[in-house]
């Protein structure tokens, strides 16, 4: 299917503070250069396109603080809608806004994830920000793919940032995802995690989260999620059976190696907290192959007493025009609510308050389904169509004319 077909005929921009499922994402930066076929951002109109500054760094401090959505506990990712790396522009965007952080006294974690070379100037602004007490995470998204999904991807660059942050003390995240069945033979797996985990504190495998609408663009990719009555949109992602079913035995070959499915963990164990999440002792728990400390400290979290008033008032914060009616369950600590709520909501209290939130999903919204809404993972049959093991290490073409 030409691509053509699968854009908007405009860019649609992203609010520049915004809550994600695990995190908030910080977005004064839109628009990628780059092409990978399964990006989030395709039917957005924001790939193959020129970056454009929405704040500059100061404006985005300020947006931050103002905005209802912000905690001091929060995570911040930085350009979901971009890659910070990918131009100059965006990489002294990226240098000025952690200095701006650094000098506003927020010390929320920072995340940046990428799939471009980590340049001087960039390991220096985090070195900065680390040293003043922010903790800064790189999250390299290295998943065996190559040049003709990931379009205009350096792979040996990226694979090259392992080691090179790694040697600075830099704390590295390796984003597995997608997993699909070009990247799933079990040759491709372990030569990606043979790498990684060697220097990366943990891996974090996904699977391929389907956000409402985004079927056709992904099918290509992925031939079986053509078949109706898939519900790949209500999922919390969708696995390639070879891949699935071999997870269990990896730790065997990777036994020092952390890997989660949720990114939550991933993010409580490299920063050192328990689960916020309610994720410990569910079987998505038992599924993530996490070590013993982190186990413990989960098990010892001291949570703080909440009711449904308090829910209530977390949404009234956030602007809900019509707060609906609450059922709680303390043994649970889970909220029901009787009526639609926007994604990013429910989040956002469940990220506060350290609650469970179960809400019908308000209409048009396009953000993806994910486990803390009770998603559950589809795992799907589909037949490998990676011809060369090692793909990711072809040469990469050029994705088009956006500089």
Known sequence: ??????????????????????????????????????????????TVAKPVEL????RTVAL?????YFHTRAV??????????AT?????HLVGLLDQLTASGLRNPVCLITKCSVTDDVIAAILRARTAGIPVIVYLSYSGLGPDIERGIDHKALRANFPRLHAHGIPVIHYWRPLIPANSAPETITHVLDWAASYATCSVAV???VKPGARAQLTPLWPELAEE???LETADAVWPRETWDLLESLPTRYPGHPIYQTNSCALAHVLGRPDSFLVHGTNTCTDNHCPAEQRARCASADRAEVSPDAVQKRLVWLGVPVV?????DAERRTATVEGPLALRDSNNVSQTLEVGVRAERERGDRYWSGKFGGNQPLVLDSHNTSANPHPELEAPPSPGGVK
């Not at 695990?22 to 004064?28: E, H, K």
Request: proline residues 14%; aromatic residues 8%; hydrophobic residues 35%.
């Open 207 to 209: 699977g391929l989260k």
């Open 1 to 46: 299917m030409p691509t053509s077909r699968l854009l908007p005929a405009k860019r649609v921009f992203e609010p520049v503070i915004d809550q994600h499922e695990t995190w908030l994402a910080v977005n004064p930066v839109q628009g990628c250069p780059k092409d990978c076929g399964y990006c989030y951002l395709k039917d957005r109109g924001q």
């Open 88 to 92: 100059p522009p965006n990489r002294a």
């Open 55 to 58: 704040a500059s760094p100061e």
């Open 64 to 68: 931050l603080k103002a905005n209802p």
């Open 76 to 85: 911040l990712a930085l350009y979901t809608c971009t890659d910070a790396l």
């Open 324 to 328: 609906p009616d609450i059922r709680w």
């Open 229 to 231: 009555g898939l519900p």
